[in-house]
């Protein structure tokens, strides 16, 4: 089998899924091609294809071997710290990036693909805001529809920024916004062309919880509408609220691959304990020979201590306020270096 | 209309629309066209006169004449009258660079065509002007000779000139400014719309899009390029009205000028792809701008320079931009090149510029 007659079937769901009431605003034109493109693609259902990619940027390898699906209409989490190859990853599937080892996939064309048609599915919010501040929100936007050949611009631009709720604010200078606006702004700049894959890199990066939470809502209603997303995120709790299936990256390493819920429940929960630096020690050794306790780790404030999901919290904390003298605990949900402590292979081993 | 026209017009509209709201750059960008023409001007008037005081204790006729025939036989004198404590206060001073002493006696001693000794005293800290004065006195005392018939003087000047008007220094060096002006403004504002998009990190969302990022850089440069003809030309009407100098050629004259703003907008594009920050273009620009300008026989014909010199000339575009200017404007033919070959080798430049433009930008944006 060739690699080309893999992929039939990959678009054909993209195309099977996308739904046909969606307001299509662009234009007759427009909205022919869309068919065109899906009556040709197939019904598989993975839009996007990596298969045993390593990539470099700079002298760096970001990327080691990674093989990932995505799957159509969607929302796939690719997870990970600063550094862990999310961006280098998402720049690989946009085409900004060209690895040195696999192959790539996208909406059935193998990358690297120069072609035009392919760029115009596919839309791209990057980690950097990258808007034109002495322009308005409207010319930046204009700009974008001229790059895409949009027939009615005018109306697109419109609908976009009423989607993102950003009509109001259409005469602005970019300069005058604030960031979670900004970002509002690259979103709409990459949903202008109606696009049937977008990738956002770090959707909610360095604004405020009502912003992010709008910025949700928004990703939420395209999932609905039947676009595939690919977002990378810092933050487990956003994975957990936005993606169906989450990817995680460890210096530039895939692994998991597996639901938001399933990784959290891996994780399980976490005690954190207040006591002396020199009683964790003695604490370690006592948490450690209880049932449910996974493993412990001296912390600045004390020591944290894992617990599996169905370990009984409770009875933990009882056993330890009666053998050890603690000033404080709290009860909580592993965050993603906790995550990735479960993750590591090696920590795994120890563990 | 097709895709590739609409992203270009896309990449046009958006930079008039940033020119737009920066008025003052704009006006800053037309003035600083200007400036140049005010800064040959002074460059031309600093060393045209040498101050001279002229202390007459004679106080004869013939007296006063030499000090007339000297201010006149040589342009560079600007002659003042005092008195000897005056001139010496405004020799120390630097007020003047040298002071004649015209002695008593003076005017008789003349009459009777006998030997007198004249005294000056220079200010010898600027070498060009004590040259000046070394140079001036020798032809203003033949000059003076003749004009009162000194035995043993005869003087006959045949000179058969090249061109069959003369033009001063001042109007040749403003009409060389132009193709300064050009290159600043239309180099700057080039090179800024370029290395903006690296600044803001645009350029990778002109990657991602279908159109070619060249494309819409491409309309970026042809709305600096209209804003550059825009502020070329203003400096162009003011060589015409403010210093009354009419083009002998003027159609070469807007071709040469149009050519240079593309030539040097393609240049502009290429550093600014190549430095990719918009701070330091500006003082990189004028630097390099200079460098091209000085050699390139904008003060006088390059080939007085010497051989070396008039061939690193010849690897300028001002040089060929000079030629033309300087013979579109006042009909001079400062190259041995004619003037088609200076048209044929600009358009070569303006190619090879492009061409070099595009490459930078095509590594850049290409991954």
């Known amino acids: 089998m060739t690699e080309e007659a893999e992929l039939p079937g990959d678009a054909a769901q993209a195309g099977g899924v996308m739904p046909t009431a969606e307001p299509e605003s662009g234009t007759a034109e427009l909205d022919g091609e869309r068919r065109r493109r899906h009556a040709s693609s197939g019904t598989a259902s993975s839009v996007v294809r990596l298969a045993g990619i390593s990539c470099r940027r700079g002298r760096r390898q970001a990327l080691h071997r990674v093989s990932l699906e995505v799957q159509s209409a969607r929302v796939t ?5 600063n550094g862990a190859g999310k961006s280098t990853l998402l720049g690989v599937v946009a085409g900004l990036y060209r690895p040195f080892e696999g192959t790539v996939w996208v909406l059935g064309e193998r990358l690297p693909s120069r072609g035009p048609e392919l760029r115009r599915r596919i839309g791209v919010v990057l980690q950097e805001t990258a808007l034109y501040e002495d322009l308005t929100v409207t010319e930046n936007l204009r700009l974008t529809a001229a790059l895409y050949s949009l027939a009615r611009p005018a109306r697109r631009i419109t609908e976009v920024l009423e989607l993102i709720d950003l009509a109001e604010r259409a005469g602005d200078m970019v300069a005058s916004l604030s960031g979670g606006m900004r970002r509002r702004v690259t979103l709409a700049r990459a949903l202008l062309h109606q696009p049937e894959l977008l990738i956002i890199d770090e959707p909610t990066l360095g604004i405020d919880a009502e912003a992010r939470h709008a910025i949700w809502e928004h990703i939420r209603l395209l999932r609905a509408r039947g676009t595939t997303v690919i977002a990378a995120s810092n ?97 909580r949900a592993a965050d993603l270096a906790e995550v990735f402590g479960v993750l590591d292979p090696v920590r795994k081993e120890t563990a | ?40 001007s002074i460059f031309g008037l600093t060393g045209s006169h040498v101050p001279t005081a002229v202390v007459d204790r004679d106080g004869g006729k013939l007296a006063r004449q030499w000090a007339q025939v000297m201010s006149a036989t040589y342009q560079t004198y600007g002659v003042r009258y005092m008195d000897a404590s005056s001139a010496e206060k405004a020799l120390n001073r630097g007020d003047v660079a040298a002071v004649l002493y015209i002695p008593d006696g003076f005017s008789q001693h003349m009459a009777h065509h006998s030997m007198i000794r004249i005294h000056f005293r220079v200010d010898n800290v600027n070498a060009d002007l004590t040259n000046e004065v070394e140079l001036g006195i020798p ?12 035995p043993g003087i005869r003087v006959v000047s045949a000179e058969t000139d090249l061109v069959p008007h003369e033009v001063g220094f001042i109007p040749y060096l403003v009409v060389s400014a132009l193709a300064l002006a050009a290159f600043v403004v239309a180099g700057t504002l080039a090179a800024s719309a370029v290395a903006r998009e690296f600044e803001t990190g645009t350029l990778a969302y002109l990657k991602l899009s279908p159109a070619h990022p060249l494309i819409p850089l491409a309309g970026r440069l042809l709305a600096t390029g209209a804003v550059s003809a825009a502020a070329v030309s203003v400096s162009a009407l003011l060589v015409v009205v403010g210093y009354g100098v009419e083009p002998v050629h003027p159609a070469a004259t807007a071709v040469g000028l149009l050519l240079c703003v593309v030539i040097f907008s393609c240049i502009g594009a290429g550093i600014g792809t190549v430095v990719q920050r918009a701070l330091p273009l500006s003082a990189l620009i004028f630097g390099l701008a200079l460098t091209f300008y000085l050699d390139s026989g904008s003060l006088e014909p390059a080939r007085f320079y010497g051989n070396r010199l008039w061939v690193i000339g010849h690897t300028s575009p001002a040089y060929y931009a000079v030629g033309i200017l300087q013979y579109g404007v006042h009909g001079l033919r400062v190259t041995p090149e004619t003037i088609p070959v200076s048209f044929a080798a600009l358009i070569c430049w303006a190619l090879l510029a492009a061409g070099a433009a595009w490459l930078g930008l095509r590594r850049a944006v290409v991954t």
């Open chain 1, 77 to 81: 989490g690719v997870l990970g710290l």
């Open chain 2, 1 to 40: 209309m097709t895709p590739t026209l609409t992203a270009l017009g896309g990449g046009f509209r958006a930079e008039f629309q940033q020119l737009r709201r920066s008025r003052l750059l704009v006006v800053l960008t037309i003035a600083e066209a200007v400036t140049f023409l005010m800064l040959v």
């Open chain 2, 139 to 150: 032809p203003a005392a033949r000059a003076f000779a003749v004009a009162n018939h000194f």
């Open chain 1, 235 to 331: 933050y487990l709790d956003e994975v957990q609220a936005l993606c169906d299936t989450a990817a995680v990256l460890h210096e530039g390493r895939l692994v998991a691959n597996e639901t938001p819920a399933s990784l959290v429940a891996q994780a399980g929960q976490c005690l954190d304990l207040d006591c002396a630096a020199d009683a964790a020690a003695g604490i370690t050794d006592l948490v450690l020979n209880l049932p449910g306790v996974t493993r412990a780790e001296v912390s600045s404030g004390g020591l944290t201590v894992f617990l599996r999901e169905d370990a009984d919290t409770d009875e933990i904390v009882r056993e330890v306020l009666q053998r050890a003298h603690i000033t404080g605990f709290r009860v």
